[in-house]
């Protein structure tokens, strides 16, 4: 089932994301990887990378993982993208087949007390809204008809680790991407369930289904590393204790992943994946969750 499909059923998403190959990286290795899981996840997000200059075809990699038979979901970034550039981006992606578009910052994440420091998913929602709502009628933000109109199911980032504390800037954001169309909310990673429980209420006041982000993670280090170079104490040290104490490390890890999916069953409509460069293991969490 497509991610279309499976919101529109209310049926449990499980979705995850891939990075693009960079250089001179095979994407038929990515597919490779992959295929254990078609057919048990509703789609795979293609995440845009530039790394020493060396930019990631995410479209492309669309296009490829389209072909292999997987739902790709279109991942972008709005800010440091004009009107052009951005329609230039989606019609593309709409010709390669892609039919899912997901936005946020380009920032992961900002920390700070101050408004402008606040943490929070900005997408830039005019002009995302200005664009869409052209090639939507089939033609560019300059008036030139299109070969087709497009039509994405959209998918918005927000900020989970408020709890019911979620700032007014926020509310607001994810209002005015209700109002574009948002067919769902992407969280930030999930770890606190009982915190995670005191967001969705207030989430829910859009209506608007929301996926929860959870990582895989499968050694002490990762966690570590992923507190020290993208997000202090995005990781809890009890998780990072559990997996650092334990004898059978793989199994410390997919317990932790059974557990935080188990628990975001009744409070969510489904989770987005993120192994980390594990995608050849991808299945093995997903046989333990019982997901698909």
Not at 34 to 54: A, C, N, Q, T
Request: proline content about 2%.
């Amino acid at each position: 089932m497509n991610l279309k499909d499976a919101l529109k059923k209310k049926r449990f998403v499980v979705t995850s994301e891939v990075q693009a190959p960079l250089g001179d990286d095979d994407p038929e290795e990515l597919v490779e990887s992959l295929k254990r899981v078609r057919g048990r996840v509703d789609g795979v997000s293609v995440s845009e990378v530039e790394m020493e200059g060396i930019v990631g075809d995410s479209i492309k990699t669309c296009e490829i993982l389209k072909q292999n038979r997987f739902n790709p979901i279109y991942q972008t970034t709005l800010r440091e993208k004009n009107r052009i550039q951005l329609q230039k981006d989606l019609v593309l992606a709409h010709e390669s087949g892609v039919e899912n578009l997901l936005v946020f910052t380009e920032d992961y994440r900002i920390t700070g007390d101050s408004l402008q420091e606040m943490m929070f998913f900005h997408v830039d929602s005019g002009k995302l809204a200005s664009v869409l709502a052209y090639i939507r009628e089939g033609s560019t933000v300059d008036g030139k008809e299109l070969a087709s109109r497009a039509e994405f199911i959209l998918g918005s980032g927000v900020e989970s680790a408020w709890g019911k504390n979620v700032p007014e800037l926020e509310m607001k954001e994810m209002e005015t991407m209700t109002d574009i169309g948002a067919g769902y909310f992407l969280t930030t990673p999930v770890f606190d369930l009982d915190r995670f429980e005191k967001f969705i209420k207030q989430a829910g006041t859009f209506n608007v289904p929301v996926i929860a982000e959870v990582l895989i993670l499968r050694t002490a280090g990762m966690g570590r590393f992923l507190n020290r170079h993208l997000k202090s104490g995005l990781v809890p040290d009890w998780t990072i204790q559990k997996l650092a104490r334990a004898k059978d490390k793989q199994r410390a890890s997919i317990e932790l992943f059974t557990d935080t999916v188990t628990g975001l069953r009744d409070l969510c409509q489904g989770v987005h994946i993120i192994t980390i460069g594990g995608e050849d293991k991808l299945g093995n969490y997903l046989d333990a969750a019982k997901l698909r």
